[in-house]
């Protein structure tokens, strides 16, 4: 007997999971209804005839469909025709990263207190299965730390910018001619889409409740095309990486851009791919990639969903591990940092920085500047020994109020 659905959301995602589903010969799927606000625009001659198009939500929320998929995104009203769905005793899947990641606790709450799936894999990595493997491929294991690369937007940006030497804002501009960045591309730049995701994967991965707002966010609009330079000097390249860990009740979360050597891994995720890396305390490493964006690839993974429910056939869900809300997260306790300055070149910068650096306890490992500055615009980079990241925000902040800059000073972590 096929699973019938009604698809929430015809957008990118949503015609893709259409698609999927149409396009299926096994019959264990069939696609009944297609809700989205002033349908009559998006009908499509592909879509079978049997299909209920539809701008009422209670035309779907209220027919007897077996599983509701919801791809519209944002936080309302999304929750509320969850919780309709989930009430009535229907499944549910979703992409919706943002729901999942802020109103995820209380949904899957509400999900096994009916005894009903609400399954989410689409909503970190696209087409990655990094949420089932995670619960179920190294449930094994205790995990300690998930780290990764969860953003293609700006991944892609970057990778640009390394590889064709472009500015910023041209990489921007590319990525939004080539569909790969929205025109407001603020959650991707600023970090938040990659939180929500970091937050997804602490729940399912290390069995932390985080709020995305305690996720430290840095922006990557402060990265130029000198940075790459530098990169490259030593033997690195910068990634927005995520990264999420637990050790002894300590929580440590941060999302943000990254030195990252040439060997680690995270580098070589290149364009709009993602990769995540689980530490385990018994397996190690394990790591997960593919692509993390765009209509089929997640379609893949909403479609992945539908399936494990049609062929478990009305068994019970599998309950999702129990999660606990650390007391607080901090940033990276400890790391090596790349510190880039722009100064008005004068006598004694050096001399100036090196008594701030001093006065913090943080040792220079080494100063680079490469040929070209000018008098009135001189780039150059000190990288600093590992040190506690409470004592470079200190000295940095001091380091911001001196005269000689030229724009503000970017200090980046070194991660492997
Ligand atoms: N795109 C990706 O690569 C990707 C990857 C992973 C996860 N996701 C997640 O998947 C979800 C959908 O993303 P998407 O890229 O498919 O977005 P999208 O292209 O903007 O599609 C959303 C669809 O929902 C409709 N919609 C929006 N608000 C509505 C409302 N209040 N009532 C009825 N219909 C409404 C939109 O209609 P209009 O045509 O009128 O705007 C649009 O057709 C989001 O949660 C997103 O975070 C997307």
Not at 81 to 87: G, L
Not at 239 to 262: H, I, K, N, T, W
Not at 392 to 404: D, N, R, S
Request: glycine content about 10%.
């Amino acid at each position: 007997m096929a699973l019938t659905v009604g698809l929430l959301g015809f957008g990118t995602v949503g015609q893709a999971v259409a698609r999927l589903i149409v396009e299926r010969s096994d019959g264990l799927l069939t696609l009944s209804h297609i809700f989205n606000r002033d349908v009559a625009r998006k009908r499509v001659a592909w879509v079978p005839d049997a299909v209920t198009w539809t701008d009422r939500i209670d035309d779907v929320l209220e027919a007897d469909v077996d599983v509701i998929v919801e791809v519209v995104g944002g936080l309302d009203p999304a929750r509320t025709w969850h919780e309709r769905a989930i009430d009535a005793g229907r499944p549910v899947v979703t992409a919706n990263k943002q729901l999942i990641a802020t109103h995820g606790q209380a949904l899957l709450g509400r999900a096994a207190e009916r005894g009903v799936d609400l399954l989410f894999e689409a909503a970190v990595g696209g087409g990655i299965p990094v949420v089932r493997g995670l619960r179920e491929g190294i449930a094994g294991d205790r995990l300690t730390s998930v780290s990764g690369i969860l953003n293609g937007t700006c991944n892609y940006i970057l990778t640009r910018m390394e590889s064709a030497g472009l500015a910023f804002d041209v990489a921007l501009q590319e990525a939004q001619a080539a569909g790969f960045a929205e025109a407001d591309p603020t959650d991707d730049l600023e970090g938040y889409d990659a939180r929500a995701k970091l937050c997804i994967l602490a729940r399912v991965g290390l069995g932390l409740d985080l709020a995305p707002a305690d996720v430290p966010c840095e922006s990557i609009r402060t990265i130029s095309d000198d940075d790459f330079v530098y990169a490259r000097r030593l033997q690195a390249t910068i990634r927005q990486v995520s990264r999420v860990s637990a050790a002894d009740g300590q929580v440590e979360a941060r999302v943000g851009p990254a030195l990252v050597p040439l060997t680690s891994p995270l580098a070589r995720v290149i364009g709009s791919q993602n990769l995540i890396v689980a530490g385990g305390a018994y397996g190690r490493e394990t790591t997960f990639a593919g692509y993390g964006a765009g209509g089929f690839p997640t379609a893949v993974a909403v479609v992945s969903d539908l399936l494990a429910i049609a062929r478990r056939a009305g068994g019970a869900p599998a309950a999702w591990p129990n999660t606990t809300a650390p007391s607080s997260v901090t940033n990276l306790q400890m790391a090596p940092y790349y510190l880039r300055l722009v100064v008005h070149d004068r006598p004694g910068i050096i001399a100036s920085l090196a008594s701030i650096f001093s006065a913090h306890a943080i040792n220079i490992d080494a100063v680079l500047q490469e040929p070209g500055g000018t008098k009135d615009r001189l780039p150059f980079v000190i990288t600093l020994e590992a040190c506690s990241t409470a004592a470079m925000g200190q000295a940095l902040a001091e380091i911001a109020t001196l005269p000689f800059h030229v724009t503000p000073p970017l200090c980046l972590p070194v991660l492997a």
